[in-house]
C-alpha cells in the first residue's frame, strides 16, 4: 500500500460496520474483537476494512458488529496505525452474510450493503 499525505474519505471508509438483521441473528452475542491479519488476506469468517483501494495497503479485520471504528489498522503496508474510521478506501466482506456499513458512529447516517463474498 502506498502511503498518502493528505487522504479524502473513500466511499468505504465513510461507514461503520454493522451486521444487517439476518447478520444480527445469526451474530448475536458475539462480542466483536478486532484481528489484526496480513494485507491482503482477509481470513473466512470476517469483514474486512483496507486503508487502500483493491484490498491494498494494512488491513483490519471484525468478525461482527461494532458500533465505531476507532480501532487502528494493524497489518503491514501503507496505513497501519491510522484509525480505521474514515480512512478506509475498500472492503471484502469474507463472510456468509450481507454486512451494512454506516457513515456515522452507532449505526447511524448514510448506509451500504455488502452482500457475502464482495470485494
Not at 439476518?22 to 483496507?50: D, E, I, K
Not at 501503507?78 to 472492503?91: E, F, L, M, P, Q
Not at 456515522?104 to 448514510?110: D, I, K, Q, R
Amino acid at each position: 500500500m502506498k502511503s498518502f499525505t493528505t487522504r479524502q474519505p473513500g466511499n468505504a471508509a465513510r461507514f461503520l460496520l454493522t451486521a444487517v438483521a439476518a447478520a444480527a441473528v445469526s451474530l448475536a452475542g458475539l462480542v466483536l474483537a478486532p484481528q489484526a491479519q496480513a494485507a491482503t488476506n482477509c481470513p473466512t469468517g470476517q469483514f474486512c476494512y483496507y486503508y487502500q483501494s483493491n484490498q491494498q495497503g494494512s488491513m483490519r479485520g471484525y468478525t461482527g458488529s461494532v458500533s465505531t471504528l476507532t480501532e487502528a489498522f494493524t497489518a503491514e503496508g501503507a496505513g497501519k496505525g491510522i484509525a480505521v474510521r474514515n480512512n478506509s478506501y475498500s472492503v471484502w466482506n469474507n463472510t456468509s452474510v450481507s454486512v451494512t456499513v454506516y457513515y456515522s458512529p452507532n449505526y447511524a447516517g448514510a448506509s451500504q450493503t455488502i452482500p457475502a463474498g464482495t470485494k
